[in-house]
């Protein structure tokens, strides 16, 4: 803490892990400023790290363990609750064997969570069923860098987005999803004019403002754009010979499956002319810095994607220098972190890998084990396949929604339902899988949790406690570390401090690091004492010394790699678009991803009133001729479907979709609206080496859902809405929470439910007064407005800002009663 009383930790939410400064107000609020000392965003923060404290909040929170008996939970302690956690997972080790019991975490982990319970895990339960939720954002691309690098190295710093020349941005809308790395990007060119930029996206999404090139390409097509590149790299002897020759294998193969202009426009839908320009921008240019994430990870052919990228890289050299490189952009503010540690079930803490035998036996030394998890464990979505089939029989969720965020989320519902235990630690008490839980645990929120997370460019940064938790709220790696202890193994870990659980891991990144080094090394931190941990500035690793100041560092100017024989695999790929197309009955490509100002399933951006106004609720986009093909307004409401389900969501008319392809974002669900759950109508096709699903290419078809009559309601609480309403979403404003109502019942019947809803007993008085497009109520109880609500003709759109005026007004009645009718 500075003599201000300003705190430095890092933002809550992307995987750009902006450095924030915070001090709390005398309200108990939190005020918060960009770091401009840390090397990821030098004081910048973007929409939702400005709302940081916006969201610290006690709406909601979970604040002591609780357990369901019939009818609901009840609170516990923490005793119990941890002895019945460890008893049902140890006794289901003893009759079902390891692989019998699961653990699904979060990229909203501190590493030293995530440490913890991977060390419990495949250490001691001896199983390997530890995923993330990382599975779902950047598994591919970790699957492309080993196949590539012979490790899962991120090789490029932030600094190379200043210095390139050319920047593609491919699958990624960096403007929304990594707005400070967009900032960066955006002032870069404005200083170098001659800097290109190429988006490769089907959508013209909003990183397009700063382009000289978008190239709309068929969705699923990456892979023969790429296999293109390095046919036109061979044709214009634009390749590194010297390269290739002593640092690489597989070269003539991959090259093998080059595609020419033709050949590339027939399967992307892309005119040669678009195309041969952005192939000159990267054979012309040395320092090319190529910029993917979820357009390309979340793909049934996401790993061949990433590997189609690399191999251009390779062919030409460009890789290991300044500005330029592969730079796959992680979504969370630790994944990076989850890569680290092992907590994928593909990998060992460490970057030690399970078909390296000498890796097992260090690690096994390490912690002193003998139960070591010796094969990779279930991915997400096997994980909830197995339980749907009872072959796991409990599960522990950390930190995270599966019900929301995997896809075909009625399966998901339906594996939990038939898991004898599932325990969720969480810091929400109600979000759409805690509904789901047999035992609820209170886990520490942003503000409260104090460890370490790594970003997309390997910089680890401190997240540091800056508020008391409410109630019984814990750190994660405590509960993990008490249910280990309950468990029998008391001895592994006795943690005290979260610096001893970090320095703990820090020297387990040392191992045998002198008879086959590896790129993850923590070296340096594994003797930093509490004092020297709680200080700590972003270090980006390896790091062999302790980083007193900014360290930029890229992996392989050596042209070493971290393969047996240290040279990099060109993999060869082909182009195999998506099996699943769209057909005479689903016409449609659904595009899922992220909304500007929303964070994943938004139990945290949902409470803060700054980032709701933007899109008030769950959207479509769709081409303005798609629209009218299919019958549908914009401003209406569109129901979205497939054989999984349906969604129904606002139309927005735009112009930067495919007429063939639709738009809808992925956080409302049935907490926060009727029926938006896009991941309810994605199938669970997976890529075959990386399991990531396919979110960015389902089927679907949209009809128009004809409404009679609409509403705002407003409260101080959340609410439940009457189930014949079947359009409804929820804003977080001012002191309250605003419903967008919209139903098929006439206007007086809408009416109608609405007063026995909200005014069931009659008890409150009710004031009304008319507006040009429709009429206000106002439900007072005791002198205050307990609701008011906004009665709107159908396609009115009536500004919500008097609504909420009248909410908040000290003394509402003097208003009310002049206007009443
Ligand atoms: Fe937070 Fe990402 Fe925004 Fe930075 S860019 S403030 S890390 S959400």
Same mark, same amino acid.
């Given at each position: 803490m500075d003599s201000e009383g300003w705190i430095k930790t890092t933002c809550a939410y992307c995987g750009v892990g902006c450095g924030v400064e915070a001090r709390p107000k005398p309200d108990g609020q939190l005020e918060v400023r960009g770091d401009k000392a840390h090397p990821a965003n030098f004081g910048k923060l973007c929409t939702k790290g400005i709302a940081l404290g916006? /969201?610290?909040?006690?709406?909601?929170?979970? /604040?002591?363990?609780?357990v369901r008996r019939e009818g609901g939970f009840e609170p516990t302690d923490w005793h119990q609750a941890l002895t019945r956690i460890a008893d049902t997972f140890r006794q289901t080790v003893e009759q079902h064997g390891p692989d019998s019991v699961a653990f699904y975490v979060s990229g909203q982990l501190l590493i030293e969570d995530y440490y913890v319970a991977n060390k419990l895990m495949k250490g001691f339960i001896g199983s390997s069923n530890i995923d993330s939720n990382s599975r779902l954002c950047m598994a591919s691309s970790v699957v492309g860098h080993k196949r590539a690098f012979g490790s899962d190295t991120v090789p490029v710093c932030y600094e190379d987005i200043e210095l390139a020349e050319v920047v593609l941005l491919i699958g990624s809308n960096l403007a929304w999803c990594h707005p400070v790395l967009y900032q960066r990007l955006r002032a870069?060119?404005?200083?170098? &004019?001659?800097?290109?930029i190429v988006v490769v996206d089907p959508r013209r999404n909003e990183s397009c403002e700063i382009a000289d090139l978008h190239l709309p390409l068929a969705s699923g097509s990456d892979v023969a754009l790429f296999n293109g590149l390095l046919h036109y790299l061979v044709e214009q002897d634009c390749l590194d010979h010297d390269f290739i020759e002593q640092h690489t294998d597989g070269f003539q193969q991959a090259k093998a499956n080059g595609l020419t202009l033709d050949h590339v426009a027939k399967i992307t839908g892309l005119p040669t002319e678009q195309i041969? =320009?952005?192939?000159?921008?990267?054979?012309?240019?040395?320092?090319? +810095? $190529?910029?993917? $994430?979820?357009?390309?990870?979340?793909?049934?052919?996401g790993s061949d994607k990433v590997n189609s990228i690399i191999n251009c890289? !390779?062919?030409t050299g460009r890789i290991g220098l300044p500005g330029m490189g592969p730079f796959s952009v992680t979504g969370q503010p630790n994944a990076m972190g989850g890569r680290e540690v092992g907590a994928l079930a593909s990998m060992l803490a460490g970057h030690l890998e399970f078909d390296r035998p000498r890796d097992i036996e260090l690690l096994k030394s390490f912690w002193h084990s003998d139960q070591l998890a010796l094969k990779p464990g279930l991915k997400a979505v096997d994980m909830f396949d197995a339980l749907d089939e009872g072959k796991i029989k409990a599960i522990w969720i950390m930190a995270t929604n599966p019900v929301v965020s995997l896809p075909n989320s009625e399966k998901v519902k339906r594996a939990l339902t038939k898991c004898p235990l599932v325990v969720v630690s969480d810091c929400i008490e109600d979000t759409a899988t805690t509904a789901f839980a047999?035992? =609820? =645990? &209170?886990?520490?929120?942003?503000?409260?949790?104090?460890? /370490?997370?790594?970003?997309?460019?390997?910089?680890l940064s401190r997240q540091r406690r800056l508020l008391p938790s409410p109630g019984m709220a814990k750190p994660d790696w405590w509960m993990i570390s008490e249910v280990a202890k309950k468990m029998g193994f008391a001895e592994h870990f006795n943690y005290v401090h979260e610096g001893e659980v970090f320095r703990e891991y820090a020297k387990l990144t040392a191992l045998g690091q002198h008879e086959h080094s590896r790129d993850l090394d923590l070296s340096a931190l594994t003797v930093i004492s509490d004092k020297e941990y709680q200080a700590l500035l972003p270090q980006q690793w390896p790091v062999k010394t302790i980083q007193k100041s900014l360290v930029n560092q890229r992996f392989f100017a050596d042209k070493q790699f971290f393969t047996a024989n240290k040279k990099a695999q060109f993999i060869s790929v082909t182009t195999q678009m998506p $099996?699943?197309?769209?057909?005479? $009955? +689903? &016409? !449609? !490509? !659904?595009?899922?991803?992220?909304?500007?100002?929303?964070?994943?399933?938004?139990?945290?951006t949902g409470l803060a009133t700054s980032l709701g106004a933007f899109r008030a609720e769950p959207y479509l986009l769709i081409h303005p001729d798609t629209l009218k093909a299919y019958g549908l307004e914009a401003g209406g409401v569109a129901k979205v479907s497939n054989s999984q389900g349906h969604c129904l969501l606002r139309v927005i008319s735009d112009h930067s979709m495919q007429s063939d392809q639709v738009f809808a974002p992925i956080h409302w669900n049935e907490m926060t609206a009727s029926k938006a759950k896009v991941c309810q109508l994605i199938d669970a096709r997976v890529d075959a080496f990386s399991g990531q699903p396919e979110f960015k290419h389902t089927p679907v078809k949209v009809e128009a859902l004809a409404m009679n009559s609409k509403a705002r309601v407003i409260a101080q609480q959340v609410l439940s809405v009457p189930k014949e309403i079947e359009y409804w979403a929820r804003e977080k404003v001012e002191n309250g929470y605003l419903y967008h109502l919209e139903s098929t019942m006439s206007d007086a019947e809408l009416k109608h439910t609405l007063q026995l809803w909200l005014n069931g007993g009659a008890k409150m008085k009710m004031f009304t007064y008319s507006k040009p497009q429709g009429s206000i109520s106002v439900f007072i109880e005791q002198e205050q407005v307990a609701f008011a609500c906004h009665w709107l003709k159908v396609g009115a759109d009536d500004s919500e800002s008097e609504l909420i005026a009248l909410f908040n007004d000290p003394d509402p009645l003097a208003e009310v009663e002049k206007l009443a009718v």
């Open positions: 916006e /969201t610290v909040i006690e709406d909601g929170r979970l /604040t002591q363990p609780k870069a060119k404005q200083q170098n &004019p001659a800097m290109k041969a =320009l952005f192939y000159q921008y990267f054979a012309q240019h040395d320092k090319v +810095l $190529s910029i993917y $994430s979820q357009g390309v990870n979340q793909s049934s052919q890289h !390779l062919a047999d035992i =609820l =645990l &209170p886990a520490q929120g942003w503000s409260e949790k104090s460890g /370490t997370v790594t970003n997309s460019e390997r910089r $099996s699943t197309n769209a057909s005479s $009955s +689903l &016409p !449609l !490509l !659904l595009n899922s991803g992220r909304t500007r100002d929303h964070w994943h399933t938004m139990t945290r």
